[in-house]
């Protein structure tokens, strides 16, 4: 006679088995060679990026420090609500878009769109509103849906772009920093009321006076701007420097083709942006195709996927997008501003 086995023996006996942090979200690079995005991507799937990022600050805030960018890859992550809540995980301070320099769409809370610029034109790399005194530390993107074809967003290493940069022209830069001038609206740039904010006078000039901006009001209801800045940054928690200011952008040579149209059809004085060096003088064109190049070595391409974030630190980390086509949707947010509070006057004259 067979005895038939004991129910309590058949019954399964459930454990709670514990895995780490490590074992959960895995490490890894594009490439051996590559240090810069670290990409985290979970081992299981349907892991909520908002709510694994919020409990795992601590691994996440010393890596981007030494790496300069993160890619959170196939998380899961619900539209902009919850890229905003993710912002609010790992930051402290979620940034408004204000002293605006290029033209964006708040899509939720302190969630925009991705620069708006046309589909066929790159946007040079560059660190976020570096033409200012200050500026978000974290930066964070999110591809809700990639483009046909390109419209990736290069990075590159902040640090490296400075070594390849000649100590004369550092030297010069960081002897007289970088002049900023800025003329608002006339269909050629954006009105000063969507820079700022505001439809009032007064409330663009507290900003300015706070901000060590002059500013001066002329003809039917345009604003001038001028900003003297840094050229190079001192990092307040790793204390690396970094090349980081915007005078390649801003400069006329910046606009290709369109420049000789703009130098014949206004004075130098109404261009609607431009960058001297901080006594007033001309930058050398020389000098910026320099500067590009060294962006050019250090520029990091990889494909987005929906559904990828990206965060950066903006100091440590230049960002730019490549012409795309097809649908693209992007969004940004920035957190945690630092500001310099180091005040510089600008020249009395214009160039």
Same mark, same amino acid.
């Given at each position: 006679?067979?005895?038939?086995?004991?129910?309590?023996?058949?019954?399964?006996?459930?454990?709670?088995?514990?895995?780490?942090?490590? @074992?959960?979200?895995?490490?890894?690079?594009?490439?051996?060679?590559?240090?810069?995005?670290?990409?985290?991507?979970?081992?299981?799937?349907?892991?909520?990026?908002?709510?694994?990022?919020?409990?795992?600050?601590?691994?996440?805030?010393?890596?981007?420090?030494?790496?300069?960018?993160?890619?959170?890859?196939?998380?899961?992550?619900?539209?902009?609500?919850?890229?905003?809540?993710?912002?609010?995980?790992?930051?402290?301070?979620?940034?408004?878009?204000?002293?605006?320099?290029?033209?964006?769409?708040?899509?939720?809370?302190?969630?925009?769109?991705?620069?708006?610029?046309?589909?066929?034109?790159?946007?040079?790399?560059?660190?976020?509103?570096?033409?200012?005194?200050?500026?978000?530390?974290?930066?964070?993107?999110?591809?809700?849906?990639?483009?046909? @074809?390109?419209?990736?967003?290069?990075?590159?290493?902040?640090?490296?772009?400075?070594?390849?940069?000649?100590?004369?022209?550092?030297?010069?830069?960081?002897?007289?920093?970088?002049?900023?001038?800025?003329?608002?609206?006339?269909?050629?740039?954006?009105?000063?009321?969507?820079?700022?904010?505001? @439809?009032?006078?007064?409330?663009?000039?507290?900003?300015?006076?706070?901000?060590?901006? @002059?500013?001066?009001?002329?003809?039917?209801?345009?604003?001038?701007?001028?900003?003297?800045?840094?050229?190079?940054?001192?990092?307040?928690?790793? !204390?690396?420097?970094?090349?980081?200011?915007?005078?390649?952008?801003?400069?006329?040579?910046?606009?290709?083709?369109?420049?000789?149209?703009?130098?014949?059809?206004?004075?130098?004085?109404?261009?609607?942006?431009?960058?001297?060096?901080?006594?007033?003088?001309?930058?050398?064109?020389?000098?910026?195709?320099?500067?590009?190049?060294?962006?050019?070595?250090?520029?990091?391409?990889?494909?987005?996927?929906?559904?990828?974030?990206?965060?950066?630190?903006?100091?440590?980390?230049? !960002?730019?997008?490549?012409?795309?086509?097809?649908?693209?949707?992007?969004?940004?947010?920035?957190?945690?501003?630092?500001?310099? !509070?180091?005040?510089?006057?600008?020249?009395?004259?214009?160039?």
């Amino acid at each position: 006679m067979i005895a038939k086995p004991s129910l309590k023996l058949l019954k399964t006996r459930r454990r709670l088995v514990q895995v780490s942090s490590e @074992e959960l979200v895995q490490e890894s690079f594009f490439s051996e060679t590559q240090s810069l995005p670290l990409i985290f991507q979970p081992a299981v799937s349907g892991l909520s990026l908002k709510t694994w990022a919020g409990q795992n600050r601590d691994r996440i805030s010393p890596l981007l420090k030494t790496h300069g960018g993160i890619l959170f890859r196939n998380f899961l992550i619900n539209g902009a609500s919850d890229f905003g809540e993710f912002i609010e995980a790992i930051s402290q301070t979620p940034m408004t878009y204000s002293y605006r320099s290029t033209p964006r769409t708040q899509v939720e809370g302190k969630v925009y769109t991705s620069t708006e610029y046309p589909a066929d034109r790159a946007i040079p790399l560059h660190n976020e509103m570096a033409y200012a005194r200050q500026w978000p530390m974290t930066l964070a993107f999110y591809c809700e849906q990639p483009a046909t @074809e390109q419209g990736e967003t290069p990075i590159a290493d902040s640090r490296r772009v400075l070594a390849h940069i000649p100590a004369e022209i550092q030297e010069k830069f960081s002897r007289l920093g970088i002049l900023y001038i800025r003329n608002y609206g006339g269909g050629l740039d954006l009105p000063w009321q969507e820079v700022f904010q505001t @439809e009032n006078h007064q409330d663009v000039e507290v900003y300015c006076q706070q901000a060590a901006i @002059e500013f001066e009001w002329w003809g039917q209801d345009q604003l001038r701007t001028r900003q003297i800045c840094d050229e190079i940054a001192t990092h307040p928690h790793t !204390h690396e420097t970094v090349w980081f200011n915007q005078a390649h952008l801003f400069h006329v040579s910046n606009l290709g083709a369109a420049q000789e149209q703009l130098q014949t059809s206004l004075s130098q004085k109404q261009w609607p942006r431009n960058a001297y060096f901080g006594d007033g003088s001309e930058i050398p064109e020389e000098a910026l195709a320099t500067i590009r190049a060294a962006y050019a070595q250090e520029t990091i391409l990889f494909p987005w996927q929906a559904g990828d974030v990206l965060l950066l630190d903006n100091m440590l980390t230049a !960002h730019g997008r490549r012409p795309f086509k097809g649908s693209r949707r992007v969004l940004a947010g920035m957190a945690d501003p630092y500001s310099t !509070h180091q005040l510089k006057p600008s020249p009395q004259e214009s160039p």
